[in-house]
């Protein structure tokens, strides 16, 4: 299996930045598609970003041009640089991707999720 980790949560005042990064490892022969997800309290997870492995990106309208999502193929990881950060960004940010240990078969992968919290 692919196991996700994801780090660089934590609390920040509006207006400032965080880095968070996620790293995969395991039984991997590819990852493909990677992405980060967000829930905040009462409220479902919704997509905030996506990226390709050959780098395309997509991002939901509420954080395009204030987030920026990237990849280390070499690494088998991704990062989401956040700036601008307000406080209905606050929630728990969960990493996905793909993976296929044949490359034929692909499932999708979920990080345990940090915390991001936007407080003044």
């Known amino acids: 299996q692919v196991q996700l980790v994801e780090s660089g949560g934590g609390l920040v005042q509006p207006g400032g930045s965080l880095r968070l990064s996620c790293a995969a490892s395991?039984?991997?022969?590819?990852?493909?598609?990677m992405g980060w997800y967000r829930q905040a309290p009462g409220k479902q997870r919704e997509l905030v970003a996506t990226i390709t492995r050959g780098g395309n990106t997509s991002y939901a309208d509420s954080v395009k041009g204030r987030f920026s999502i990237s990849r280390n193929n070499a690494k088998n990881t991704e990062y989401l640089q956040m700036s601008s950060l307000k406080p209905e960004d606050s929630a728990v940010y969960y990493c996905?991707?793909?993976?296929?240990?044949?490359?034929?078969?692909?499932?999708?992968?979920w990080g345990q999720g940090t915390q991001v919290t936007v407080s003044s």
């Open positions: 996905y991707a793909t993976g296929s240990l044949s490359g034929s078969t692909w499932s999708g992968y």
């Open positions: 395991g039984r991997i022969f590819s990852i493909g598609v």
